[in-house]
């Protein structure tokens, strides 16, 4: 079957082999609810296991459907496991269709830790290493797109490492409400409604800025 | 006016998806899943009301298709976690039916698919919002005869179940139901009408009451619940048509991209007897609440939103 380019993907950890069989000859995963990922709604389900898998470890070659999802019990899920410390923790039962091989398998080249990647099918299709599966916010890699075409190297940074230093020579830091671009000697900041409603303006912003500071540094250095 | 509403898709966030246009069988607990995440943009967007796509449950009472006819009843774990969200959200869910249904077709298995997906879309709106949700209907045509057609809905309306009364609410068209065509049959069946901006000012003649129009609408509505009323601005935009060899201009149907901030703000100042809930029929969704938010509070300072 052929999806979309963009289909949503959910790409899932599994870490212990029963798990993993359980995939394979019952189709259902299970994800706590509590550790969620923020982006559950996904048409296609694909899997990286990790060292207790066997064979299958540490790529993602298999992916399936989802056809249903329930919100259960853990010891409604494994019966035989009811003196389990989180036998009543509830957990997410995600059903999937036939599982299917993905053309080329994607391996991690570097073994990084991995929970949940919320993806598109083409990033499944084209992907060199598990890497390059996170696809983040849709505005954001619009907007690294467009500053790497205008030659900049941005680096990206997540919501979680919050505001250390600067550690490169621009970077793309998102906010709860938009994104911060800083440098080593400026920062702008855009609201997702300013990049949603038009991101040329916003590349521009960013560019003349960073030009400005160019110019600013090149100024000093003749005066020096 | 209390809440501004939001319809469409999530522009501020294109990888968010209110139900999956590509399945061909979407069971209703995979639509859940989506809205879980949309639920979460929602939050974070401080917005009140929402409406949900028809699509997000297609087959609740297709005729051919029963065994998914269950699927409330299938989801309710997950319909209860949601609604605990939605509920500690204070996010209003509306629902419009689809346009193929029709309260007065002469078809009376038109009118029975009518009933039947008003029963199911009923149950659903029940388990993730309660009953502040609303679910919202055309009339359909008038076949020729407007009388026979007022009865044929009328007879509909009344023969519904309590619950569904209790939740649905007309709305006027500017084809076949004017406004006072409508609260005719609200008034006779006790169903409250949604007042729409648009539909009122594209089918009535000028100089427009449309503090009177809107009052008799809001006086459909019971005590107990908050009416809630559309407002869209028409697309002014020339376009290329698809052939490509000729201009189109605008209908003055079509829902432009946001609202005119001039109609958002007489709307707003109309004297009204009761506050209401504006659903924005926008075809920029989310983006165009943002921006109507703005121009509020730039030519509407004192008006807050609870």
Known sequence: MSYALDTAVLVAVVTNAADWERIQREGWYRIPLRHAPQRLGARLIAWYPTRACGDERWQVRWYAPIERARLTTR??????????????????????????????????????????????????????????????????????????????????????????????????????????????????????????????ACVQRILFHLQCSANDSAREILLQ | MRFLGMSGAIWGKPELMSYDSQRIRPHLSVSLLYFFDVLRYLLQQRVRMYRLPHQFAPYLSHPDRPRWHDQVAECQAELTELQQQIVAAGLRLTMHLPLSLSFTSPDAAVRQRTLATIEAQTLLLMALSGSDSVLVAHLGGVYGCREQSTERAVALLEALQPQARALLALEHDEHHWSLND?????????????????????????????????????????????????????????????????????????????????????????????PFDLMLEAKAGDLALLRARQDLARWLPMWEEP
Request: positive net charge; charged residues 25%; glycine residues 4%.
């Open chain 2, 182 to 274: 409508a609260l005719i049959i609200a008034q006779r069946t006790h169903i409250p009408l949604v007042f729409d901006w648009h539909h009122f000012h594209a089918t009535s003649a000028p100089p427009w009451n449309a503090a009177e129009a809107l009052n008799s609408a809001l006086a459909t509505w019971p005590a107990d619940r908050v009416p809630k009323v559309h407002l869209s601005s028409p697309r002014t935009e020339v376009r290329i048509a698809a052939s490509q060899r000729r201009l189109a201009l605008p209908t003055w149907r079509e829902h432009s991209d946001l609202i005119n901030p001039f109609d958002l703000i007489r709307l707003a100042q109309l004297p009204v007897l009761r």
């Open chain 1, 75 to 200: 010891v409604q899920l494994l019966p035989n496991e009811p003196d389990h410390p989180r036998a009543n923790e509830r957990y997410w039962r995600i059903e999937c269709g036939p599982l299917n091989r993905l053309p080329r398998p994607i391996p991690a080249r570097r073994q990084q830790r991995v929970t949940f990647i919320p993806t598109r099918w083409e990033r499944l299709l084209h992907a060199h290493d598990v890497a390059d599966l996170w696809i983040g916010d849709h505005a954001l890699e619009e907007l690294c797109q467009a500053l790497t075409e205008a030659g900049y190297a941005p680096t990206r940074r997540r919501l979680r490492e919050g505001m250390g230093e600067t550690r490169s020579d621009l970077e793309v830091r998102p906010t709860l409400d938009g994104v911060l671009i800083r440098w080593p000697s400026g920062a702008v900041r855009l609201f997702q409604h300013e990049l949603a409603w038009n991101m040329a």
